[in-house]
């Protein structure tokens, strides 16, 4: 004759299975942030504002090389590009200081070590290269959210408001252009003061330290984009009595993303766990009373 089964479940099987399934559901949000180090040998770009006559032959070849058009909305005739946009991936800006100083910068996407755009997109069509450090956009995967465009903290993507099938449009260090040909970025190639320097992130960081070092009546005594919004692959030397806010950069030591990210991932091991919990402890019980009827 067959063994009877009990008609309650027995506690100590129950609390076992209970106990594994809310662990199951915790661990997760136990999972911080994803710590991300900058590699020495990502590329990088060194802009020397010292050395920049704003002769805008970078803008020029970025555009020949990525066969963007002129813009010609401020004249009709002449490419009067004035900041960045869908048709213009860097340019050269001239900025007064507080102190009644001019200086050049040359903007284009900072290829930060945390990208705060990589972050944001929820499809990963933004995407960095751990091997190279280059940030850039894949449009097969892109949704056209434009998220990318909100979470950076230096305003780099732009958005093709006047094309049927848009793009986003910011620079990728040339990565299937001039850099597969030449090995350098088109900027750097062309420039003839040397304000652009391209090479490995070490070096440049390296050589940036040196000028400071033996120039001090030269340069700012900072390296922009070493530990700025988390580290960058794009760094800045400035003149002599200019802060890097009259050149327009944001004061951000810390990554935005990284900020985000701890705020997302506190707000899932507090909040989410409980629920997955007692999601779980219900079927637990559900299965128990089947069981049991």
């Not at 915790?26 to 504002?49: C, F, N, Q, R, V």
């Not at 970025?62 to 490419?79: A, F, Q």
């Not at 048709?87 to 507080?98: A, N, R």
């Not at 450090?133 to 979470?151: K, T």
Request: charged content about 30%; some cysteine.
């Amino acid at each position: 004759m067959a063994e009877e089964k009990p008609k309650n479940p027995d506690r100590r099987e129950f609390l076992k299975k209970s106990a594994a399934v809310a662990g199951a559901t915790l661990l997760p949000g136990m999972i911080g942030a994803k710590t991300h180090y900058a590699s020495d040998e990502w590329y990088a770009m060194l802009y020397d504002a010292t050395r920049c006559i704003g002769c805008k032959s970078c803008t020029v070849a970025c555009k020949r090389v990525n066969n963007l058009p002129p813009e010609t909305e401020y004249d009709g005739i002449h490419d009067m590009a004035m900041d960045l946009s869908a048709k213009t991936k860097t340019i050269i800006k001239l900025y007064k200081s507080k102190n009644g100083e001019f200086s050049f910068v040359k903007r284009q996407c900072m290829h930060c070590v945390h990208p705060a755009c990589v972050s944001a997109c929820p499809v990963s069509a933004m995407r960095k290269d751990m091997k190279t450090g280059i940030v850039f956009w894949d449009p097969s995967r892109c949704i056209g959210c434009r998220y990318c465009m909100v979470a950076c903290p230096f305003e780099i993507p732009k958005f093709e408001w006047d094309k049927a099938i848009p793009h986003i449009v910011k620079c990728d260090m040339c990565k299937d252009t001039y850099l597969k040909e030449k090995g350098t970025t088109a900027c750097a190639d062309v420039c003839p003061t040397g304000a652009i320097v391209f090479g490995k992130r070490y070096e440049l960081l390296f050589e940036a330290k040196k000028r400071i070092r033996e120039h001090p009546e030269r340069y700012h005594p900072k390296v922009y984009g070493e530990r700025d919004a988390g580290g960058t692959s794009v760094f800045y030397l400035a003149p002599k009595g200019i802060s890097f806010e009259d050149l327009g950069f944001p004061d951000l030591e810390e990554s935005p993303a990284r900020i985000s990210e701890s705020i997302q991932h506190g707000i899932y091991e507090i909040v989410i766990p409980p629920f997955l919990t007692v999601g779980a402890l219900y079927l637990v019980l559900k299965r128990s009373k089947k069981e049991e009827d």
